[in-house]
């Protein structure tokens, strides 16, 4: 990814509002901001990397896909950097979740940021080296800032 960032999102409650029916996840309700956050965060200028990182409980990978792909979500972020705590055997309150989305995106935790609604998740993020933030708009303009001044 070079000198670009990693911007990683968890999705409940900071992309969308997750909608359940029998006590699985049946459809992303995204927030109306959200999209044009994305497209402006994988623009050229701001070249950023967007993933995932989620507590999906026990969905599978496929309903995961899924939902993000009818939700819209899916075509806005990188395949490879979205990470369910389902698959990957661990979840959001532990540092090797971030690892692993770090080592995935190939920079350093310097230049990944995590995104989320949620104080201890954001806390667990910036142990290992992660810039954070509390909101996706928050987010765009640590990047464009960041970029802005790094050009």
């Known amino acids: 990814m070079g000198e670009g960032f990693a911007v990683f999102f968890d999705i409940g409650e900071t992309l969308a509002g997750g909608v359940f029916e029998q006590g699985h996840l ?8 959200v999209p044009d956050v994305l497209k402006r965060l ?11 990182i989620s507590n999906t409980g026990d969905e599978s990978a496929a309903t995961m896909n899924k939902v993000l792909d009818a939700s819209g979500l899916a075509s806005l972020v990188d395949e490879g950097l979205c990470l369910f705590s389902s698959v990957e055997g661990m979840d959001k309150s532990e540092p090797a979740f971030f690892v ?28 290992v080296g992660f810039r954070v933030s509390p909101h996706p708009l928050h987010a765009l303009h640590l990047v464009e800032a ?6």
Not at 45 to 52: K, P, S
Not at 100 to 127: I, W
């Open 146 to 151: 960041e970029f802005r001044s790094h050009g």
């Open 42 to 52: 994988r623009s050229d200028e701001a070249r950023a990397a967007l993933g995932l």
């Open 26 to 33: 049946s459809r992303l309700d995204v927030y109306p901001f």
């Open 100 to 127: 692993l989305a770090r080592d995935r995106a190939g920079v350093p935790a310097a230049r990944c940021v995590f995104v989320g609604e949620d104080s201890e998740e954001r806390r667990t993020a910036a142990s």
